[in-house]
C-alpha cells in the first residue's frame, strides 16, 4: 500500500493538464458557435428587413444597409462588405441566355429585373488556442434577391 501512495499525484499532474486544454477548446468552440449564431441572425434579420421593405417600394443604399449590420453586429464586427448588384433577369445573373431555358426543366424564370444584395461579415474573433489551427479568416456571406418591379425608380443605391 505504501507503494501507491504518490502514483494517484503523478496521474493528477498528467490527466490534469489534458483536462484544461480540453476545457479551453470546449469553451473556445462554444464562443466560436455563439459569434457564428448572433452574427448569422442579425445578417439574417437586416435582409430579411430589406426583403419586406423592396415589397413596400423601400430599399436602401449599400450604406444603410452596411450601418444596420454594424448596428446588429453588436459590436463583434471587424468589416461589413455590402454589394448592390443590378441584373437585367434572374436568367442573366444566373448566366443563362434569355430565352433559352434547361429543356428538361419545367421551371421559368421571372424575366423582370433583380437585385443581387450580398452581405459579408468578418468578425473579431481571435482563435484562443492559434498554434492548433492555422491562421485564417472566419467570414460569414449572405445572399437576397429582390424582384425590382415594386421598386421606386431610382433603384438601389
Request: glycine share 8%; hydrophobic share 45%.
Amino acid at each position: 500500500m505504501r507503494r501507491e501512495l504518490g502514483v494517484a499525484s503523478i496521474e493528477l499532474v498528467i490527466i490534469l493538464p489534458l483536462l484544461l486544454a480540453l476545457l479551453l477548446l470546449v469553451a473556445d468552440v462554444l464562443r466560436v458557435h455563439l459569434q457564428y449564431s448572433t452574427l448569422e441572425h442579425g445578417l439574417r434579420s437586416v435582409l430579411r428587413e430589406l426583403q419586406a421593405e423592396s415589397a413596400a417600394g423601400r430599399i436602401p443604399s449599400a450604406d444603410g444597409i452596411r450601418l444596420r449590420l454594424q448596428q446588429r453586429g453588436r459590436g463583434e464586427l471587424d468589416g461589413v462588405t455590402v454589394s448592390v448588384t443590378p441584373h437585367v433577369s434572374l436568367e442573366a445573373m444566373l448566366g443563362q441566355e434569355e430565352g433559352s431555358p434547361d429543356p428538361a426543366s419545367e421551371i421559368r424564370l421571372p424575366a423582370d429585373p433583380v437585385l443581387e444584395v450580398t452581405a459579408r461579415v468578418r468578425p473579431r474573433l481571435q482563435l484562443t488556442p492559434s498554434w492548433l489551427i492555422d491562421d485564417r479568416e472566419l467570414s460569414y456571406q449572405s445572399t437576397l434577391l429582390l424582384l425590382t418591379d415594386r421598386l421606386p425608380a431610382g433603384g438601389a443605391g
